[in-house]
């Protein structure tokens, strides 16, 4: 199974600002909280989001991807003939979402990746744009590990971009504001993270913050007891208990500036 990297860019791309956009005017259509900063503070909130993707966008071209290529290219070759293909892929896919928990899991439980993780929690809404709202030396940090984990597994170029078109997609959906009715929402949590589960995970209370790491499956916050017991409300505090979110200028350098998350 060959496909062409261009066609995959292209592919991703297309696929992310399709999926983006029609969440992005659904979740404004039918709003499951209705509290969301409103006029200009609502779309100053919305640039400042913007400009963080657009940093980390440009890295993503510049370094995530060619870091990526590199690893690929110098996997270890261990792997047996049976894991190819779609199956393979499926593998590729399973793995990285395993890896991706336990990174996001440490990007909690470490202080020094905490300083770079909590500008995505310091955003006090979520919609959409709270998606792709990263620090850029988290970004280049996770690309880092995730080159020793695709060299260690050997993981082909196409089951990355695979897996991270899945990720972007399954992101923008559980950080959305869209309303969805518990009979799809609630057997659809068991398989998937959906909005109810995310939500909580950026509710300003540490110990809920501290919960819920899926990124795609939700079995993993089942199997090693981080899902969050409470559910969500409507009119809950979403960002980091303690501390309100910044201008771009300042959220870029507070990881680099002398605070810090108590443990």
Known sequence: MTVDLDTLLEFKGAAVMLWIGALFLIERLAPRAVNAPLGAAGWRRIARNGGLFA????LSLLVVL?????AASHGLGWRPGWWSGWLGLALDVLLLDFWIYWWHRANHGVPFLWRFHEIHHLDNFLDTTSAVR???????LSAAVRAVVIILAGIPIM?????????L?????????????????????????????HWMHHHAVRVDTDSNYGTMLSVWDRLFGSKCRHGRTDDMAIGVEGEQDRTLGPLLARPFLPHGRIS
């Open 66 to 70: 060619p870091v990526s290529v590199w």
């Open 55 to 58: 940093v980390n966008f440009g």
């Open 159 to 167: 089951s990355v971009l695979v897996f991270e078109t899945l990720v």
């Open 134 to 140: 990263f620090h850029f030396a988290e970004v280049l």
């Open 169 to 197: 997609v399954a992101a923008i959906f559980h950080h959305s504001n869209i309303r969805l009715a518990p009979a799809i929402e609630r057997p659809l949590s068991w398989v998937v993270i959906t909005p109810a589960l």
